[in-house]
């Protein structure tokens, strides 16, 4: 970098971002974006369910997920409908994937613009 990349106030605040989160991943081609990914855990897992549509109300072609039999912690459940019984899968989540962060300092940060 040169010197005036060096005072330039967006570099001192990345860099001071940087030494909180070394995570922090700098763009070799504009120095002054940045990503970050930051993890996501739930404090309790989630529950998700996911719903298999009876025969009467199908899609003429549905592309189904591979069914809970072979995977741990899922349940499947009978649960009435309006046109019939459909099958509920439940899992349970304890992640998901992570928040992906991209900042990037406009010239004129932070005198002028907000990052962007």
Do not use: W
Not at 20 to 34: K, R, V
Not at 96 to 104: A, F, N
Request: proline content about 14%; hydrophobic content about 30%.
């Amino acid at each position: 970098m040169d010197d005036d990349a060096l005072e330039d106030e967006r570099t001192i605040e990345l860099s001071s971002i940087q030494a909180i989160f070394p995570e922090l991943a700098i763009d070799p081609s504009d120095p002054y974006t940045a990503t970050l990914d930051l993890p996501v855990t739930p404090l309790k897992p989630l529950r998700i369910q996911f719903s298999q549509p009876t025969a009467e109300n199908a899609p003429s072609q549905l592309l189904t997920p591979p069914t809970s039999e072979s995977q741990d912690g899922a349940e499947t459940v009978k649960v009435p409908t309006r046109e019939g019984r459909a099958e509920i899968e439940t899992h349970e989540l304890d992640c998901l994937p992570p928040l992906k962060l991209r900042v990037h300092l406009h010239e004129g940060y932070p005198a002028k613009k907000p990052p962007k």
